[in-house]
């Protein structure tokens, strides 16, 4: 099952090739969604500019550095275990410095810094090219904070470094931070407000990466249905924008439409999608163009209308129902998958059983579903009483997951007798004679190595499945090989 924050990615260390010429090392952990680990991109491309760097070993860092994550209390909690590690590694390397990066340093700046004094370095998601001068600070013995949000950054300047990549898939960000206000979401505080990317920096990275041999992108952003180009500036101040402005404003549909016509050989994915910025357009130009995946992980949160105004989820069940009926029928072969919530306050046993009957209806191909956790800071966290008995959210989730389950298994028999087209990613997991990729409906699949290389595009007949893997035989290249 697709689950936007990867269990497995969680605590990844990052390396890349060393520079001859640099003399320290930075230790970089990644915690969260998509977003952070590109951003830990961004950061050790900056870093490598001042003598850092990368190693895999904590023991010979010199600055260590973790990207944080403030979606779920135990994300934060394997965060400050970790810190308590680092700070032991001090002991035998008294010049070793700390730093917190992201969503939870915004947060939780004050608390790290001055009250339980772990770290030497507070930088927010939006502070990363003053990293150079925060350094310099704790170098000097003082602590260093950053954590202003901006109203116009994007690092669109800034040429990440791909790291731990398998050199065919990355991630490419198109939008920062969110104008929504879902009131379980902290990213509006800890990302500030939403503003995009220019599209000829977009545009610039996508074809620098076709050429380094990279296959497939993923535009990503908290919110990519909202993306907005006039110019720059904050999305929400395009009302102000000048007639010429609006006039050639680029929108989601647009740029989608632009990075696929740059390499129509390049696949290209997109997440996340709100149910209620996504149009008909994005649906229509998915459906023109081969190249972009025929997936949609479209968050629906819960099936109940009044569990979804408490939310602040700004759509009704029915409106989510219709944009799903739009997609099967501009695109019938499309993967749809979810996020679902269980147990939000004041959630019913109708409320529940409405979220069951909406996951009837789509029956989505995967789906990441988890309890009610109350996150300080947000709407909820302050106004909301968490009043669902913990007893009865694990039930209702297991509820969830259980049916989950079952739709899996009949969205990807779906597939078996078909022949489809699967990028070579790596070697599966199970089997080191077997490759392992994934469709267009971004499917595992795994079938025979023979000749074929990772990056390849591969014809592959299924013959047999699992609920969450396709097993095939390769029958030749693809024409887009």
């Not at 930075?26 to 870093?47: H, K, P, Q, R, T």
């Not at 078996?416 to 790596?426: F, H, R, T």
């Not at 267009?440 to 990772?454: A, G, I, L, N």
Request: with cysteine; charged share 30%; glycine share 6%.
């Amino acid at each position: 099952m697709e689950k936007t924050i990867d269990e497995k990615l969680q605590g990844t260390t990052l390396n890349v090739a060393t520079r001859k010429e640099n003399t320290r090392n930075l230790f970089i952990e990644s915690y969260g969604c998509a977003m952070n680990f590109a951003d830990s991109e961004v950061v050790a491309s900056i870093l490598a500019n001042e003598g850092f760097n990368t190693t895999h070993v904590l023991e010979d860092a010199d600055l260590v550095l973790v990207n944080t994550c403030s979606i779920r209390d135990k994300a934060e909690q394997t965060i400050r275990k970790r810190l308590t590690e680092y700070n032991k590694v001090k002991k035998s390397r008294p010049h070793l410095k700390v730093g917190v990066l992201g969503c939870m340093a915004e947060r939780l700046k004050d608390k790290l810094l001055d009250e339980e004094k772990i770290v030497d370095m507070v930088v927010g998601p939006d502070a990363y090219k003053d990293l150079p001068n925060l350094i310099k600070e704790v170098d000097s013995g003082r602590d260093a904070v950053n954590v202003i949000l901006s109203k116009d950054e994007t690092y669109g300047d800034i040429a990440p470094v791909r790291l731990n990549t398998n050199g065919v898939t990355a991630f490419v960000s198109i939008t920062r931070g969110c104008d929504n206000m879902c009131t379980f979401c902290v990213v509006p505080f800890t990302r500030g407000r939403e503003r995009s990317r220019d599209p000829q920096s977009v545009l610039a990275e996508v074809n620098e990466l076709w050429e380094k041999g990279f296959k497939e992108i993923t535009l990503l952003g908290q919110n990519v249905d909202s993306y907005l180009w006039y110019g720059g500036g904050l999305k929400k101040n395009f009302e102000n924008a000048s007639d010429m402005q609006k006039a050639t404003a680029i929108n989601f549909s647009k740029l989608l439409e632009m990075v696929a016509l740059a390499q129509p050989k390049m696949r290209i994915r997109f997440s996340t999608s709100n149910p209620q910025d996504m149009t008909l357009d994005v649906i229509k130009t998915m459906a023109k163009y081969k190249n972009i995946c025929n997936h949609i992980h479209l968050p629906v949160q819960s099936g109940s209308n009044r569990i979804l105004k408490e939310m602040n989820r700004l759509h009704t069940i029915e409106e989510y129902f219709e944009l799903i009926d739009n997609i099967r029928e501009l695109i019938p072969d499309c993967a749809i998958s979810q996020d679902i919530i269980s147990g939000f306050p004041t959630e019913t046993e109708e409320d529940h059983a409405a979220t069951l009957k909406a996951l009837e209806y789509v029956k989505y191909d995967f789906g990441y579903m988890y309890a009610y956790s109350e996150r300080p800071g947000t709407l909820a966290g302050r106004k909301m009483e968490d009043d669902v008995p913990e007893a009865t959210k694990k039930r209702r989730l297991s509820e969830i997951i259980a049916l989950q389950r079952e739709h899996c298994q009949f969205r990807t028999e779906k597939h078996v007798g078909k022949i489809q087209e699967v990028l070579i990613e790596g070697t599966s997991k199970k089997s080191e004679k077997e490759w392992r990729g994934r469709n267009s409906q971004s499917t595992v699949v795994v079938f025979p190595k023979e000749h074929y290389k990772v990056g390849n595009f591969v014809n592959v007949k299924i013959h047999d499945c699992t609920s969450a893997t396709l097993k095939g035989t390769a029958v030749g290249y693809s024409e887009n090989n």
